[in-house]
C-alpha cells in the first residue's frame, strides 16, 4: 500500500476567494458552538472565544454568543487536564449554524459514529462547519472536507495527510472555503476569528479587539505557523538551511547525501563539515534521525501499520526500519504503539 508522508502545500496568494458569512441566528445575533473532543486544546478554545467577548463589550451590545458543546452534556478533560463547568448537549442544543470542532491529541480515537452522523446532518442543514487544531479529523471522517484546502497544526500534519492522502493540506494559519474553516489552532484561533470579525463588523472595531489583546495587528493567513529553520536550529548558513529543508520535505524517498550536496551548490565532503560543525552528526545520521522522529509521531497519532509507518518514512523494509527504531529510542515500533495507547 502506498502511503505518502509529503504534505502538499497550496501557495497562498491572499485572501481566500470564497469568504463564508457566519450564519446569524432569528434575533441577528451570532452564536458560535464549539464541540469539544477529549483532549482539546483549551488555547484553541479561549484564543477562539475571547475575541467574540470582547466584541461584544465594545459594541456596548450582543453582536456575538458561544457555546460549548458535548456528547450528553457531560464535562470534557482537556489537554491540560482542566475542564470547564458549563457544557450542553450537543443532541439537546437547536442545530448549530456555525460550529467548530476542537480537539488536539489522539483526534482517531474519538470520531465516533455518532459525531460523524451529527456533522453529516448539519451539514444537510447548510450549516457552517469549521475545525481547530485537529477537529479536521473529524470533519474528514464524515467525508466533509472532498474538495476543500484545509490546515491545521503543524505538528499533526504529517500524520493527517498519511491518514487521509486526498485531501489538500496547506501550511496556512487558517483556511476559509465553501462553508468550512479550519485553522491551525494556538493563539491562530484569534487571528481567524479577527478576520471573521472583520468581515461582520467591520476593519475599526477589529482592530480594537487587537489593542485590547495587547496585540499589534490581525496576522495574515499565511504568516507561518512554525519559527523558521535557522532560529528553530540556530543555524545561518545558507546552504546547510537549503539542505535541512530538503530533508524535512523528502522523508518518504530520501535523498541521498550526494545530492543533497548538489541541490545546495557544494560538494560531499563540504556538506559533511558542515553538518559536524552545527549538528555534531554526519548528514545521514541526522536525516534518519528526522525520519525516525517522524515515524514515532506516525505510531502515535495513526492507525498505520508498522510496516506502512516504515514505508511512509523511507525504510525499505520493516525488519531495518525496527532495527533503526530500537537503536534510536530503545523500543521497537510495536513497543511504542503499546505505549502510545495505554
Known amino acids: 500500500m502506498h502511503t505518502s508522508s509529503l504534505i502538499r502545500t497550496a501557495v497562498a496568494t491572499g485572501p481566500a476567494p470564497v469568504s463564508p458569512i457566519l450564519h446569524p441566528d432569528d434575533d441577528g445575533v451570532i452564536t458560535v458552538s464549539f464541540l469539544l473532543l477529549p483532549e482539546y486544546a483549551m488555547v484553541s478554545l479561549l484564543s477562539a472565544i ?38 450542553l448537549d450537543m443532541y439537546a442544543v437547536d442545530p448549530p449554524r456555525n460550529l467548530f470542532v476542537n480537539a488536539s491529541f489522539h483526534p482517531e480515537r474519538h470520531r465516533s459514529l455518532a459525531f460523524v452522523d451529527w456533522l453529516r446532518r448539519l451539514n444537510r ?12 479529523y473529524l ?17 499533526a500534519a504529517p500524520a493527517f ?13 487558517f483556511e476559509i472555503g465553501r462553508n468550512r474553516i479550519t485553522c491551525a489552532g494556538g493563539t491562530a484561533a484569534t487571528d481567524m476569528m479577527l478576520h471573521l ?22 496576522r495574515p493567513p499565511s504568516d507561518r505557523q512554525r519559527i523558521g529553520l535557522p ?6 548558513h545558507p546552504r546547510l538551511i537549503r539542505v535541512l529543508s530538503l530533508m524535512e520535505q523528502h522523508i518518504e524517498i530520501p535523498l541521498t547525501p550526494a545530492e543533497l550536496a548538489n541541490s545546495a ?18 548528514p545521514s545520521a541526522y536525516y534518519l534521525k528526522l525520519r525516525l522522529e517522524r515515524a514515532r509521531q506516525l505510531l502515535q497519532e495513526t492507525d498505520l501499520s508498522v510496516c506502512e509507518v516504515g514505508t511512509a518514512c523511507g525504510f525499505g523494509s520493516a525488519s531495518g526500519f525496527c532495527r533503526s ?9 510495536g513497543e511504542q504503539r503499546r505505549r502510545s495507547a495505554a
Not at 461582520?200 to 490581525?218: F, P, R, S, V
Not at 532560529?231 to 545561518?236: G, S, V
Open 161 to 173: 495527510q498519511e491518514t487521509y492522502p486526498d485531501i489538500l493540506i496547506s501550511p496556512e494559519l
Open 139 to 155: 470533519l474528514a471522517r464524515a467525508g466533509l472536507l472532498k474538495g476543500q484546502r484545509v490546515t491545521l497544526h503543524w505538528e
Open 50 to 87: 475571547e475575541p467574540l467577548r470582547i466584541a461584544n463589550r465594545l459594541a456596548g451590545r450582543p453582536l456575538y454568543r458561544w457555546q460549548c458543546l458535548s456528547e450528553q452534556g457531560q464535562p470534557v478533560m482537556a489537554s491540560n487536564q482542566m475542564a470547564l463547568q458549563q457544557h
Open 231 to 236: 532560529r528553530r536550529l540556530n543555524i545561518h
Open 325 to 333: 527504531y530500537r537503536r534510536h529510542f530503545n523500543m521497537t515500533p
Open 265 to 282: 551548490f557544494i560538494s560531499l565532503r563540504q556538506l559533511e563539515r558542515l553538518c559536524q560543525r552545527f549538528l555534531d552528526a554526519s
Open 125 to 136: 442543514r447548510g450549516s457552517l462547519l469549521g475545525a481547530l487544531d485537529t477537529g479536521c
Open 197 to 218: 470579525i472583520q468581515q461582520h463588523a467591520g476593519t475599526a472595531l477589529a482592530l480594537q479587539i487587537c489593542d485590547q489583546c495587547i496585540k499589534n495587528g490581525i
